[in-house]
């Protein structure tokens, strides 16, 4: 039970995130970038969240049953930083959706993310 508060955040977050992926690609402010889950959306909703709520729920099973290893520990770390990082994106989605981020703004984020993923890889 040592994981309990972080895996449950991780699974708060795995689902604001597929709530907020609904509202911005429904409405036609940012499309689904991961190509399996906008398949999902393509069929509908529920798929969509169906796999997302599975996806987690299986992630906190296995988490909490093998938490006390020291690889689980750092999983959980690495998927937090993950859906944090991914938080701040739907924040900026949110700003730039309600017009409080120009475009010139948009436009210079967007480059400076496609240089910090070309130094990733």
Do not use: P
């Not at 992630?59 to 998927?79: F, N, P, R």
């Not at 967007?110 to 240089?115: K, N, P, V």
């Amino acid at each position: 039970m040592r994981l309990f508060r972080r895996t449950t955040l991780l699974f708060g977050l795995n689902l604001l995130d597929a709530l907020l992926t609904l509202v911005w690609v429904r409405n036609g402010i940012a499309t689904e970038g991961n190509q399996l889950m906008a398949k999902l959306l393509e069929i509908g909703d529920l798929w969509f969240l169906g796999a997302k709520i599975a996806i987690g729920a299986i992630a906190v099973v296995v988490l909490l049953k093998w938490g006390t290893s020291k690889i689980a520990e750092y999983g959980l770390a690495v998927a937090l930083a993950v859906y944090i990082g991914l938080m701040g994106i739907h924040i900026f989605t949110g700003l730039a959706a309600f017009g409080l981020i120009s475009a010139a703004t948009i436009e210079q984020v967007s480059h400076l993310s496609e240089l910090a993923f070309a130094a990733i890889i």
